[in-house]
Nanobody, 129 residues
């Protein structure tokens, strides 16, 4: 079992930055691939970024490349999402997810919601124009 708790969301002006954190409990964190997804009102949940168990492999959605950075600290059981140059269209609830057995994860490059077994409750990010 893995429990995930996101934090760090809030209200920020366009062009600003936020860093989201996802604290994980459970012994399998260090061997889990992790992902960030987001969901805006009336839209489907979409992939943001993903990171392999050691942090050596990262994937990003095209619209986030160069603006967002995913990282992890296995000693702290935490994964982060640094978000810079935020835009109003980045407004959404951001979710952290864990894939404890990342077999299909590599093939889908972390993009598939179906690969993740555990999800956090989400944290709201609102970007004002």
């Amino acid at each position: 079992q893995v429990q995930l708790v996101e934090s760090g969301g809030g209200l920020v002006q366009a062009g600003g930055s936020l860093r989201l954190s996802c604290a994980a409990s459970g012994r399998s964190f260090s061997t889990s691939a992790m992902g960030w997804f987001r969901q805006a009102p009336g839209k489907e949940r979409e992939f943001v970024a993903a990171i392999g168990y050691s942090g050596g492999i990262t994937y990003y959605a095209n619209s986030m490349k160069g603006r967002f950075t995913i990282s992890r600290d296995n000693a702290k059981n935490t994964v982060y999402l640094q978000m810079n140059s935020l835009k109003p269209e980045d407004t959404a609830v951001y979710y952290c997810a864990a894939d404890p057995t990342p077999v299909n994860w590599y093939g889908s490059r972390g993009r598939s919601i179906k690969d993740y077994d555990y999800w956090g409750q989400g944290t709201q990010v609102t970007v004002s124009s």
